[in-house]
């Protein structure tokens, strides 16, 4: 019973396309995150929010950027891609407890 | 830095033994901590959580805390080819940080 949602699932785009990698609970957290991971990698923190209005880097340096404008949604954008952003982007988010990610979205750029 | 550390393995066990997965971490205020498993091009899947010490077991697993030597195990029990996948150890504090993974495959 997937809570968290993720799309596309497979996305490959062209370099320099503007893309907004979409994530949404329905759980009613307010924190939510963003990692990339590249194939047997580990997971690294690029966005996260607390709520409404509330955005944060991570630990690793992104071009991309987020928004938190509704509780539910937290979209993830790049602006201009690139092939040096070809990788697994998964979306998280949590109550009290551990969290729950989503599917992801494999992001293939070429 | 807050640090999680595992054995990137990859560690192998027979079918039907016990594998054996070891976890340290820095922050000693640490309260809560994961076990997740992913598997290959899968995104991870919460399997245990523990909040205090000593052990907590749920089916075939068994997660066991020593919040003194900074320490979190996750035994599984009769191992399956299906557990094979890699396993990631949390700690939360503020946020979860995530170790680096231990992967495990399990030889029928």
């Known amino acids: 019973e997937a809570d968290i949602y993720q799309t596309p699932r497979y996305l490959v785009i062209g370099t320099g396309k503007k893309i907004t990698l979409e994530c949404s609970q329905t759980?009613?957290?307010?924190?939510m995150y963003w990692y990339q991971q590249d194939p047997g990698m580990e997971l690294h923190l690029i966005h996260y929010?607390?709520?409404?209005?509330?955005?944060e880097k991570g630990d690793l340096s992104s071009e991309s950027t987020v928004s938190r404008i509704r509780t539910e949604h937290f979209p993830l954008t790049l602006e201009s891609a690139r092939p040096s952003h070809t990788s697994q982007y998964l979306c998280?988010?949590?109550?009290?407890?551990?969290?729950?990610f989503g599917s992801g979205t494999r992001l293939t750029v070429v | 830095q807050k640090e999680v550390e595992q054995n990137s393995g990859p560690l192998s066990v027979p079918e039907g033994a016990i594998a054996s997965l070891n976890c340290t971490y820095s922050d000693r205020g640490s309260q809560s901590f994961f076990w997740y498993r992913q598997y290959s091009g899968k995104s991870p899947e919460l399997i245990m959580s523990?909040?205090?010490?000593g052990d907590k077991e749920d089916g075939r697993f068994t997660a066991q805390l020593n919040k003194a030597s900074q320490y979190v195990s996750l035994l599984i029990r009769d191992s399956q080819p299906s557990d094979s996948a890699t396993y990631l150890c949390a700690v939360r504090d503020d946020k979860v940080i995530f170790g680096p993974g231990t992967s495990l495959s399990v030889i029928p």
């Open positions: 998280a988010s949590t109550g009290f407890g551990g969290y729950t």
């Open positions: 759980m009613g957290h307010d924190k």
């Open positions: 523990i909040y205090s010490n």
């Open positions: 929010s607390y709520g409404v209005n509330s955005t």
